[in-house]
């Protein structure tokens, strides 16, 4: 059997939000956070070792958090997504503050990544049943002439919020549940009953129909994909520095769909029925402590997620 998978939670930008990690409002009264119920059901789906991305200006008060906490569950090890972490060729452009994206986070964990893993946000709720998809996905999947991927797909309806836009990558999938392309829109509505994105800044809004799949950015990869990372990052800098130096970023979806369009790798999308839950707005936090609650009730989760 082949090495067991490792979960990979992108949290460099935890906090930015709200002013520091001390400010991310539990969702139930014994103090968890998200992050916790997604490590509950991580576990539950067999992970057994978490590595966390986090910025080193952030580690003291991410460890006494939230690190010391989930170490007492599961196996926890580090890594730094840092501005300077770039190809021998390349320096920080004057000015910039913005980390350098998804893809450079997962690529920060290249020395630690030895088997398959998935990968998710820090402040995102995905579902059990995602992480049970994920898992199984990744205990079976090896590389043929292809590489083998995974995304856990959800029904874009099920991710809005009624408190302003969001940014989804929206996936076409094939009869054979295998993804065809994806591509990210980074202002999505709910405009009434019906989402709409833009990209004119609302001059012009194009519909999206309810059974549109998108990418929560929940992905499970076998060790290949950080070769092409690496490989990537220099021609992606090389493209975007000279025209959006400060903002440009290195996403996940870019290099999955650049490794479709070249035939390098083949996505098997598994779909969630569950709904995603986040709090991209302040206001957004209501539904999730009421969502959390509520699946409490219907016994999915104990009262007290973890013994003392």
């Known amino acids: 059997m082949g090495k067991k ?3 990979v939670i992108m949290a460099a930008g935890m906090g930015s939000r709200y002013g520091g990690l001390k400010q991310i409002d539990p969702i ?33 008060e991410f460890k006494s958090h939230i690190g010391n906490r989930i170490s007492k569950q599961i196996e926890v090890e580090y890594v730094y997504q840092e501005l300077d972490k770039l190809p021998a060729d390349f320096s920080v452009p ?12 997962v690529l920060c964990c290249s020395q630690l990544i030895d088997g398959p893993f998935a990968v998710i946000n820090a402040d995102d709720y995905y579902g059990k049943e995602a992480f049970r998809m994920i898992y199984d996905q990744l205990m079976k999947s090896e590389d043929q002439e292809r590489y083998q991927y995974t995304m856990i797909g959800y ?6 919020t009624e408190n302003g836009h969001v ?32 990209e004119d800044d609302g001059a012009s809004w194009t519909r999206l129909e309810e059974d549109t799949i998108v990418s929560m950015n929940m992905w499970g990869f076998t060790k290949s994909i ?27 979806p870019y290099v999955v769909d650049e490794l479709l369009k070249a035939g390098k790798a083949e996505v098997t999308v598994r779909k969630s029925v569950d ?10 936090k209501a539904v999730v402590v009421n969502a959390i609650r509520e699946l409490k009730d219907r016994g999915l989760y104990p009262r007290k997620l973890w013994e003392d």
């Open 226 to 252: 950080i070769g092409e990372l690496e490989k990537r990052f220099s021609a992606f800098l090389k493209e975007n520095l000279p025209v959006n130096p400060l903002k440009c970023e290195y996403f996940l």
């Open 167 to 198: 940014a989804r990558g929206v996936c076409s999938v094939d009869e054979s549940g295998h993804l065809k392309d994806i591509h990210e829109r980074t202002r999505i509505e709910k405009h009434g009953d019906v989402a709409e994105y833009t």
């Open 5 to 7: 998978p490792v979960l």
């Open 28 to 60: 139930d009264e014994f103090g968890n956070i998200i992050i916790d119920f997604s490590i509950f059901d991580a576990k539950e789906a067999g992970f057994e070792k978490v590595l966390f991305i986090i910025k080193k200006s952030i580690e003291a």
């Open 275 to 284: 709904r995603w839950y986040g709090v991209t707005y302040k206001e957004d």
């Open 155 to 160: 029904q874009l309806y099920n991710t809005l």
């Open 94 to 105: 004057a000015g910039r503050v913005k980390p350098w994206g998804t893809a450079h986070a």
